[in-house]
């Protein structure tokens, strides 16, 4: 759920891909049933749900699981969820954000924390590493959606604050705050996006290699397989010859 990223297709490729499915709408449900009872049922006036709804839709994500999703949250007796933010360090001394929604938290901090000592890391207090990050909204269209040029363009108009196009897509970051009137703007040229959401975007990244790569992959992706979590995001950047080490 963290969006397009090489590290997440590494992930992808060494996991159970139906099992991935099957959590990743779990999460995604998730998000819609507490966006729907912090907020209004209805997209229209509840911008966080319209913001999960697409990124159910993103992910092909049945509209009847969608409705189911939004229907749990006027169901009395249901779960109530809270949202935890956790941050620590990854190996090489990556900073590292988990967003969760947990109905226990003292479960979820255990689990968290336990991943993050196994795995080369340690949490931190908050604010230990998100001064590292901006919080952003971020909408992203494939490839052939419209040239870079093209899109750059729509996206100044819009009100986008940067756009960036290569093979895999086009990502464009804009004010958290715009998030909707710019993806609207842009919707109305290039149709629906593959993602729209307010997301941690890095303010600087921290050159990983091989030997310790495989470490921090295996600890986000370890992050990102709890039932709690939600997204995950880091500040780490890899070379391509590492990134072909860890992916043969």
Not at 106 to 134: D, H, P, Q, W, Y
Request: with cysteine; glycine share 8%.
């Amino acid at each position: 759920m963290a969006g397009h990223s090489k590290f997440k297709n590494i992930m992808h490729r060494k996991g159970a891909q139906d099992k991935k499915r099957s959590k990743l709408f779990s999460k995604l449900a998730k998000e819609i049933t507490v966006a729907a009872k912090m907020g209004m049922p209805d997209a229209d006036h509840n911008p966080r749900l319209r913001v999960a709804i697409n990124a159910a839709r993103a992910q092909s994500m049945p509209k009847d699981n969608i409705e189911r999703a939004i229907k749990k949250s006027a169901e009395q007796g249901g779960e109530n969820y809270e949202e935890v933010r956790y941050e620590g360090f990854g190996p090489a001394g990556v900073g590292v954000i988990v967003e969760a929604l947990t109905d226990n938290r003292n479960r979820t901090a255990s689990e968290i924390r336990a991943i993050f000592a196994k795995n080369g890391g340690n949490l931190g207090e908050t604010g230990a590493v998100s001064f590292s990050f901006e919080r952003v909204g971020s909408i992203e269209y494939a490839a052939d959606a419209a040239d870079a040029d093209a899109m750059f363009e729509a996206a100044i108009e819009a009100g986008a604050d940067d756009c960036t196009s290569d093979d895999e897509g086009h990502t464009l970051i804009c004010d958290a705050e715009s998030l909707h009137e710019v993806a609207n703007a842009l919707e109305a040229s290039f149709g629906a996006a593959n993602a729209v959401s307010i997301i941690w975007k890095p303010s600087n990244t921290i050159p990983v290699e091989a030997d310790q790569g495989e470490t921090l992959l295996r600890l986000l992706d370890l992050l990102d397989d709890s039932d709690d979590v939600q997204q995950v995001y880091a500040n780490f950047e890899m070379s391509d010859s590492v990134m072909e080490q860890l992916s043969a």
